[in-house]
C-alpha cells in the first residue's frame, strides 16, 4: 500500500516560522517534523511515499531527495505556492497513488499511532483515525458509531487525526483544481461508507509555535 504525506500548506498560523521555511521541515525534537512520518512510515512497512510541495516546496525535495536515505522511495506532487487544499493536493496525486487504497497521513500533526495497523483494505470509501478533542478544537468533528461507521451528526464527537484510508473512489466526478477533503467525506459518510477506529495515545496537532514549543518539552 502507498502513502502520502500532505506537506503543500502555507501555515500562517506558525508565521513566522514559516516564512523562510515550510512547515513540515521545522525542526521537532532534533529533525525535522516531516522526518519523524518518514520513519514511522518505514516502521511500518510503507515504502513508496507521494509528499505534495506547495509554499516555499522547492526546499523538501531539496531535503529529503528521493528518500532513501530513511529506506523509502518519494515521489513528489508539485502544486502551486497556495496549494490546492488536502482534496486538490490527493486528487492531482492520484495517478502517482495509483488505483488501490493509500494512507494519508498530515505532514503537520505529530503522533506516535501504530500505522501498521492501518494497512488493509476499508471496507468502504475511507477508514478515519479519531482521536479526543484537543483544547483549540472542542467541538470535534465526527461520531463513532459502537459498529465503527463514522457519521457527520452523533453526540459525542471526536476529531479527526488527519490519518485515514482513502479508496481512490471517493474522489470519482471530482475535478482537477483547489477543493477540500471535508466535503467528500461527508458525502461518503451520508452513503454509510465511512468506517473509523479511536486512538487515545499521542497526538499534536502542530498549529502555532506555541504548539510547537509545547511539544518539543514534552518530547524533550
Known amino acids: 500500500m502507498k502513502a502520502m504525506i500532505l506537506a503543500a500548506g502555507r501555515g500562517k498560523r506558525m508565521r513566522p516560522l514559516t516564512d ?10 532534533g529533525k525535522p517534523l516531516i522526518v519523524h512520518h518518514l520513519e514511522a512510515l ?5 515504502t513508496d511515499l507521494i509528499i505534495n510541495t506547495g509554499h516555499l516546496g522547492e526546499q523538501l525535495p531539496a531535503a529529503l531527495g528521493d528518500g532513501r536515505r ?19 493536493g490527493i486528487f492531482q496525486a492520484l495517478p502517482l497513488l ?9 505532514g503537520d500533526v505529530w503522533t506516535d499511532y501504530p ?9 468502504g ?15 470535534g468533528d465526527f461520531f463513532l458509531a459502537a459498529d465503527r461507521t463514522v457519521a457527520e451528526r452523533g453526540e459525542p464527537k471526536l ?26 467525506l461527508r458525502d461518503a459518510m451520508a452513503a454509510g461508507q465511512v468506517s473509523g477506529e479511536y486512538y487515545a495515545g499521542g497526538w499534536r496537532d502542530i498549529g ?8 518539543e518539552r514534552e518530547l524533550a
Open 115 to 123: 500505522l501498521a495497523r492501518l494497512a488493509r483494505i476499508p471496507a
Open 208 to 215: 502555532t509555535p506555541e504548539r510547537l514549543a509545547e511539544l
Open 159 to 184: 476529531t479527526f487525526s488527519g490519518i485515514s484510508i482513502l479508496r481512490p473512489e471517493l474522489f470519482a466526478g471530482c475535478a482537477a483544481g483547489r477543493f477540500p477533503l471535508g466535503p467528500l
Open 98 to 106: 495509483g488505483p488501490e487504497p493509500f494512507l494519508v497521513v498530515n
Open 70 to 88: 530513511w529506506g523509502v522511495r518519494i515521489a513528489w506532487s508539485a502544486e502551486p505556492p497556495e496549494a490546492l487544499e488536502t482534496g486538490g
Open 20 to 29: 523562510h521555511t515550510p512547515k513540515p521541515l521545522l525542526p521537532v525534537a
Open 42 to 46: 518505514r516502521a511500518a512497512g510503507f
Open 125 to 139: 470509501l475511507a477508514h478515519l483515525a479519531l482521536v479526543d478533542n484537543p483544547p483549540q478544537h472542542t467541538a
